[in-house]
Structures are given as C-alpha cells and as structure tokens.
Nanobody
Framework: QVQLVESGGGLVQAGGSLRLSCAASGRTFSSNTMGWFRQALGKEQEFVAAVRWDTGLTFYADSVKGRFTISRDTAKNTLDLQMNSLKPEDTAVYYC???????????????????WGQGTQVTVSS
C-alpha cells in the first residue's frame, strides 16, 4: 500500500505562484511514475503533469506547459508541482497519484494510476 499526502494548496491572485508537494510513504516504488491531476467544480478530472521516477522524464498537459514544473526528490520520496503564472482556470482540487509502469501512451490516463492522495484545493482569483 502506498500513501500519498498533498500539501501547499491555497488562494492566490492571477499571475501568482504556488508550490504543491506530495509526500509518498509505504510500498513506495513499485510505482515508477507519479503525476498530478486536477478537477474543477463540475468538470471531469484532467491530467496536469507526470514524471518517471527513475529517469526524471517529465510530461505536461498543453494547458500548463511552460507555466508548471513537476519535480521529484528520490531521497525524500516527495513530488512537487511548481505553478507559475496562475490563471483563474487553474482553480481546482489537485491530486497526486502514483502508477506502476504505464506506457507512454497512457501516462496521462486516470486509470493508469493506482494510488491517489486526498487532494488539495487551489483557488486563483481574477
């Protein structure tokens, strides 16, 4: 079992920055891919970013590319998401997730991820 706990959400003005963190514990890395998803009120959950734990290779949704940076600390088993130039449309609950070994074609797919955190709210005011 893997436990994921997110932190760092909050309220920020448009154009501002936030940094989310996810602490992983338990049978941690059998998961070789970790990612961030988000779900805005009344909308479907969407992929934000992912990272291969061993190589550090990163993947981003087009909507956040150039503004968000995903990173991992393999010694501390933490996953971060640095979010810059935030927009009101970034408002959502952000979830940390861990997957076993999804193929690249499925790295942005919700069903590829086995373990999920409880989520942290990010609100961007205009």
């Amino acid at each position: 079992q893997v436990q994921l706990v997110e932190s760092g959400g909050g309220l920020v003005q448009a154009g501002g920055s936030l940094r989310l963190s996810c602490a992983a514990s338990g049978r941690t890395f059998s998961s070789n891919t970790m990612g961030w998803f988000r779900q805005a009120l009344g909308k479907e959950q969407e992929f934000v970013a992912a990272v291969r734990w061993d190589t550090g290779l990163t993947f981003y949704a087009d909507s956040v590319k150039g503004r968000f940076t995903i990173s991992r600390d393999t010694a501390k088993n933490t996953l971060d998401l640095q979010m810059n130039s935030l927009k009101p449309e970034d408002t959502a609950v952000y979830y940390c997730a861990a997957a076993a070994n999804p193929p690249l074609a499925r790295i942005s797919t919700h069903s590829s991820y086995i373990y999920w955190g409880q989520g942290t709210q990010v609100t961007v005011s205009s």
